[in-house]
């Protein structure tokens, strides 16, 4: 994300102008924009124009509009950002208090201003902003027949491609079908892998499968490259990494990025920063139950304590519509930075960020035991989330 300005006022007050640069930006604006917030960015709206002799001519204009938003739309696979609401600053093209649907769109300016921007928000912009935080890993999650693309962000897992073919199945003394069609589904694979992973960001791409799957496809691949002279595949080899997984679908992930190997071959990525936070908490909820607890509650008890050594808080909370209840989240997170505990803010759009959402969407390892946590009843949480 490219910063053009920022003007905020010390009643936190003002305005920023940013410019989305890829897909993760767009998650980052989508993130950003609240409802209420006004947002200004070029757009083309439909004009009719009446001549003297009384017949009308529509044509297509663009214009910079501002708009106080009211409905967001975040399209997940084509990355879009459409965000709908009324005009509020006179244009020669659009009426006062019109409707308009302003698109965000990669590598085109937009200026947000709110009221009050509060730490969560301000953060992101600096994390969005630094050019160290990009994507960096990309997993192909497979068994006979079908396989996943997946690219892992910082902040997003995204299925670029998904792969489901028929496979015949072996046969006494007829397993010429069965090779064929194994070598149509690693062939539709690769070509899958060479059009969605820019090997130029990518430090990293895990190839995960049940049994030995992931082996003989890595020998395909490796045989189709040295035949057809593929240097792209050849000489980024050394990035792939073979692991086992229990399953070819999206949610092995999860125990994908947990494995040793691949925590030390991608720690310096979020994701997996994630993936370990959220295991210390089960293991520490297993453990020693009195030092792990999820809920609004409860975490807003512990924070008061100053017990909370990790925060695990997912980003989908920061952008609920009521703004008492966001600013209750917002608060939860300051005083646990302000008593030097350790926040990490998930990504729903993460395997691990989907798993912390079932568990209320937040929760906290703490620092010490709190066993009269126990006594109050969290179930008020799961019914306020």
Same mark, same amino acid.
């Given at each position: 994300? +490219? ?9 936190? %007050? $003002?305005?920023?102008? @940013? ?33 003297? *002799?009384?017949?009308?001519? /529509?044509?297509?204009?663009? *214009?910079?509009?501002?708009? !106080? =938003? ?13 965000? +709908? ?26 200026? @947000? ?43 997003? *897992? ?30 539709? =694979? =690769? ?19 049940? $049994? ?25 080899? /050394?990035?792939?990494? @073979? &692991? ?26 979020? !994701?997996?920063?994630?993936?370990? !936070? ?38 989908? @909370? ?17 005083? &646990? ?15 691990? %960020? ?9 929760? !906290? ?21």
């Amino acid at each position: 994300m +490219k910063l053009i300005f920022k003007n905020i006022e010390k009643d936190y %007050g $003002g305005t920023v102008a @940013l410019v989305p640069e890829n897909p993760e930006d767009m998650w980052h604006a989508y993130n950003l924009i609240c409802e209420c917030d006004r947002v200004s960015g070029s757009t083309i709206r439909k004009v009719q124009t009446e001549s003297s *002799t009384g017949s009308t001519n /529509s044509t297509r204009v663009r *214009t910079t509009l501002t708009i !106080a =938003v009211e409905n967001i739309d975040f399209d997940t696979q084509a990355c879009t950002l459409r965000l +709908k609401g009324r005009n509020i600053i006179e244009n020669q093209y659009v009426k006062m208090g019109a409707y308009h649907t302003l698109d965000i769109e990669q590598n085109r300016q937009f200026v @947000l201003e709110k009221i009050k921007w509060d730490s969560i928000a301000l953060d992101r912009i600096d994390m969005a902003c630094d050019v160290n935080q990009n994507a960096d890993v990309a997993a192909v999650v497979m068994q006979d027949g079908i396989a996943n693309i997946c690219l892992i962000t910082s902040n997003m *897992t995204i299925v670029r491609a998904k792969i489901d073919q028929v496979i015949p199945k072996k046969r006494k003394g007829m397993v010429t079908q069965h090779e064929k069609g194994l070598h149509r589904f690693y062939e539709s =694979v =690769v070509q899958a892998i060479l059009r969605h992973v820019n090997f130029d960001v990518v430090k990293c791409v895990i190839i995960a499968s049940p $049994g030995f799957v992931k082996d003989q496809f890595m020998e395909y691949m490796t045989q189709q490259a040295i035949k057809s002279d593929n240097k792209l595949l050849m000489e980024n080899k /050394s990035k792939f990494m @073979l &692991v086992h997984s229990s399953s070819g679908f999206k949610h092995s992930l999860k125990e994908i990025l947990a494995e040793s190997t691949v925590v030390s071959r991608i720690s310096d990525t979020k !994701a997996a920063g994630e993936v370990k !936070a959220l295991e210390n908490f089960y293991a520490m909820l297993q453990t020693n139950p009195s030092r792990a607890f999820y809920g609004k509650k409860h975490c807003q008890v512990a924070a008061a304590s100053q017990a909370i050594e990790t925060l695990l808080v997912s980003d989908k @909370l920061f952008r609920c519509q009521d703004i008492s209840t966001r600013k209750e989240y917002v608060d939860l997170v300051e005083n &646990v930075r302000e008593a030097g505990g350790d926040v990490k803010i998930f990504s729903s759009m993460h395997i691990s %960020g989907e798993q912390l959402d079932s568990l209320s969407g937040v929760a !906290a390892v703490l620092r010490f035991p709190m066993s009269d946590l126990d006594e109050s009843d969290g179930s008020e949480d799961l019914d306020d989330e």
